[in-house]
């Protein structure tokens, strides 16, 4: 899979042609009378026409390469890490559905949807997929022409992580992909450091606001992103140069010798903390003793770390597990 500039009117001509022309065939039906039909001479061409679209389809779908994790996973240096390669453009914490898009803006002069959702008439879900997906198209072809290539950094934390349940509404990846190929990289970071972060940060956005219950949509978001290769934050802060080649071999992008000498130049939004362009080790900061004593109660909380591999024992180094 390549990038290239795809070309959606002539290709979606090209298949209504093709299911005109296919379903026109004169052939006779299943009571011998001849008339307008898919099946010829004996030959039913249902399965080459649907196999025909699907081709067509896939082959002029361009790579979109995405990025997802939760807020206070090391995110941002993992992402401002990626916009550090090659002719690479990060766009970050995209999401079209976002609940923070009502919130009033003082000044947005290029963002149509922040404003128009700022409005007393927002638009519905169907015109924002519409004007997101217009101008994700254009900017997606204008970038290509110009040899760079687009990364979306998704805002999970919209989808999985407000109010008392996670959204039930379309994912980036699904909203993207009637268009073109995602190829979708998933970050993680030990829970428990990720969960006393967000309270640090008074971002716990959630009800009820337990670890128990973040852990439930921790698992519910890699529920929703099951075979999607997962790059551990730890890993990458104990092995930086290989992590990145293993990214950027997924995300089909050219790895720079200097990426790292360029983070200073690269801010991105969703920074919770980080200062410094270091990538290192850093001790975990302290266990509040409200979120201690959730620790040894959550049947979530449990069953996270073992699936990401972690221990769930506070006392462990999440670096050394």
């Known amino acids: 899979m390549t990038d290239k500039v795809p070309d959606f009117k002539k290709t979606n001509a090209l298949i209504e042609s093709v299911l005109e022309r296919m379903s026109g065939v004169t052939g006779r039906n299943s009571n011998g009378q001849t008339g307008k039909s898919i099946q010829a001479d004996g030959l039913d061409l249902s399965d080459d026409l649907d196999a025909l679209q699907a081709t ?48 009033k803006t003082k000044f947005a002069p290029a963002d149509l949807i922040r404003q128009t959702q700022s409005s007393i008439r927002p638009l519905s879900e169907a015109g924002l997929e519409r004007t997101f997906m217009a101008s994700l198209q ?10 760079r290539h687009i990364v979306l950094r998704d805002h999970t934390h919209s989808h999985f ?12 990846i699904e909203l993207v992909s009637d268009y073109f190929e995602p190829r979708p990289l998933v970050t993680v970071r030990h829970p428990l450091d990720s969960f006393i972060s967000l309270s640090a940060n008074s971002w716990i956005t959630f009800a009820p606001g337990t670890l128990n219950e973040y852990a439930r949509r921790y698992s519910a978001f890699l529920d ?19 992590i990145i080649q293993r990214i950027c071999a997924h995300f089909e992008l050219s790895v720079s010798r200097s990426w790292r000498e360029h983070l200073r130049i690269i801010e991105l939004s969703g920074d919770s903390g980080r200062t ?42 999440p670096f050394k597990v």
């Open 224 to 242: 929703a992103y099951e075979g999607i290769l997962i790059v551990r934050y730890e890993d990458f802060v104990l092995d930086p140069e290989l």
């Open 276 to 317: 410094s362009d270091s990538i290192e080790p850093r001790p975990r900061r302290p266990l509040p003793p409200e979120i201690a004593e959730q620790v040894p109660e959550s049947a979530e909380y449990e069953a996270l770390c073992d699936r990401l591999s972690y221990s769930p024992d506070p006392a462990d180094d």
């Open 161 to 172: 992580c407000r109010g008392t349940a996670p959204a039930e509404r379309t994912m980036l």
């Open 138 to 147: 254009g900017m997606y072809e204008a970038t290509i022409k110009s040899g």
């Open 56 to 103: 067509v389809t896939r082959s002029t779908k361009p790579l979109l390469r995405t990025v997802h994790h939760f807020a206070c996973t090391g995110g941002t240096l993992l992402s401002r890490s990626i916009a550090a390669q090659p002719n690479t453009v990060l766009l970050s914490e995209v999401d079209p559905f976002s609940p923070h898009l009502e919130t």
